[in-house]
């Protein structure tokens, strides 16, 4: 596990530094927020099991093992988010020229921050879009499906069910 997180430290501070120093184009970097966000569609949508012609043998991963690669790559995209915002942060903070209009905020915007704007612009919708997603509980899910499954196994009158009833489940 150390090994996994000094991985995604050096992948995120190379992404920072690489935005910083100006060394990716525009496009590159907003790709890549794009690619992080396809990655993880892919995973949630299509977890393919294992193919026949591989190995017949072979049972499809536990699920465990498939929700820890989403929240992996999840976090991978937090970082890049994360990258991004810090390099604005910075650039905000550098004084304007001299001859700057005072109160122009425009002329705040270093180079370095616009080449960002168009990634944080595609960060922010996507933000947006998946606030449902990103604000669910995996692990109040896990027990819903577990007490559905048992619940399943027992008659009708063998338990009480006032938790699923709706009676103290909090209204939003």
């Not at 960002?116 to 879009?129: E, G, V």
Request: proline share 6%; aromatic share 6%; charged share 25%.
């Amino acid at each position: 596990m150390d090994r996994i997180r000094r991985h995604q430290r050096a992948a995120y501070e190379e992404f920072l530094g690489l935005v910083s120093d100006r060394c990716l184009p525009i496009d590159m970097i907003s790709q890549a927020i794009v690619l992080s966000q396809g990655a993880l569609w892919k995973h949630r949508m299509f977890r393919d099991p294992p193919s026949q012609k591989q190995n017949p043998d072979t049972a499809a991963p536990p699920e465990h093992i498939s929700a820890i690669i989403e929240w992996r790559i999840l976090a991978h995209l937090f970082d890049l988010h994360q990258a991004l915002l810090e390099v604005g942060i910075h650039e905000l903070g550098v004084l304007p020229a001299v001859d700057a209009p005072k109160n122009d905020l425009a002329q705040r915007i270093t180079a370095i921050f616009r080449r960002t704007l168009p990634a944080l612009r595609i960060a922010s919708k996507w933000l947006k879009a998946n606030v449902k997603y990103l604000t669910r509980d995996p692990e109040s899910i896990a027990l819903q499906a577990t007490e559905k499954t048992e619940g399943m196994g027992h008659s009708s009158g063998s338990h009480n069910n006032t938790r699923n009833s709706g009676e103290n489940m909090p209204s939003f």
